[in-house]
């Protein structure tokens, strides 16, 4: 079974600093894809950026970026130029793929705990 | 519609009455799913539906959790002989299909049913 674990319950940053928030998974699986999603105050669940297993290069959405260690089995997400808005919960998660790369190629989202992300004016 | 749609936004119950929670995918997404969060935790799994295929059920903890999906579209959730720890927001969530990687695999959330069981 696929676990993912977030150690940093809680963190926080000041507004414009950068903050790394730490997820590890455990899987046996060679294909799968990772995930980060964030959950404001307003329950609202928002995908905040996907990495496929088998892309090397690392990927980027405007002041969010991964770094994807497969060997190690870590994903942490980095956050850039942080702002008032990032406050939220933030959600590291995992998909197997199932089968090949195919139409009904996906699977269940495996969640971690969460890191409660706060931004200080 | 635009996206996901929970209903109801809230529901207090009484223990041991049964609820069914109702979601409405986003138009032509094959995946649905449900997950259960409790109040300051993380999203636990609960079923996960894909096409005609069968269910994956492996989250439902107990018998007296069910879900159905009619005609590849609507969900609802029942719990039966609602419990105190059945208390929690429940969140439904749909993907859309695609050729490999693109887009088949990323989920949209609704806002949730808060469930509170007196």
């Known amino acids: 079974a696929q676990t993912v674990t977030q150690s940093q319950p809680e963190m926080s940053v000041q507004e414009a600093e950068t903050v790394t928030l730490s997820c590890t998974y455990d899987?046996?699986?060679?294909?799968?894809?990772l995930f980060w999603y964030k959950q404001p105050p307003s329950r609202q669940m928002i995908l905040v950026i996907r990495?496929?297993?088998?892309?090397?290069q690392n990927a980027t959405e405007n002041r969010f970026s991964v770094n994807f260690q497969k060997a190690a089995k870590s994903f942490s997400l980095k956050i850039s130029d942080s702002q008032l808005g990032d406050t939220a919960m933030y959600f590291c998660?995992?998909?197997?793929?199932?089968?090949?790369?195919?139409?009904?190629?996906?699977?269940?989202?495996?969640f971690g705990t969460g890191t409660r992300l706060q931004v200080f004016p | 519609g635009a996206g996901v749609s929970q209903s109801p936004s809230n529901k207090v119950t009484e223990k041991g009455k049964d609820v069914e929670l109702r979601c409405d995918p986003i138009?032509?997404?094959?995946?649905l799913y449900w997950y259960r969060q409790s109040l300051g935790q993380g999203l636990e799994f609960l079923i996960y539906?894909?096409?005609?295929?069968?269910?994956?059920k492996s989250g439902l903890p107990s018998d007296r959790f069910s879900a159905e999906r009619t005609g590849g579209s609507v969900s609802t959730l029942t719990i039966q002989r609602t419990q105190q720890e059945d208390s929690a927001v429940y969140l439904c969530?749909?993907?859309?299909?695609?050729?490999?990687?693109?887009?088949?695999?990323?989920?949209?959330f609704g806002a949730g049913s808060r469930l509170t069981v007196l």
């Open positions: 899987t046996s699986e060679n294909n799968y894809y």
């Open positions: 998660a995992f998909m197997k793929q199932r089968g090949g790369w195919t139409l009904w190629g996906t699977d269940k989202l495996i």
């Open positions: 138009s032509g997404h094959t995946a």
């Open positions: 969530a749909s993907s859309s299909p695609g050729t490999g990687l693109r887009g088949a695999n990323v989920l949209t």
């Open positions: 539906f894909q096409g005609n295929s069968a269910p994956d």
């Open positions: 990495q496929e297993a088998y892309k090397q």
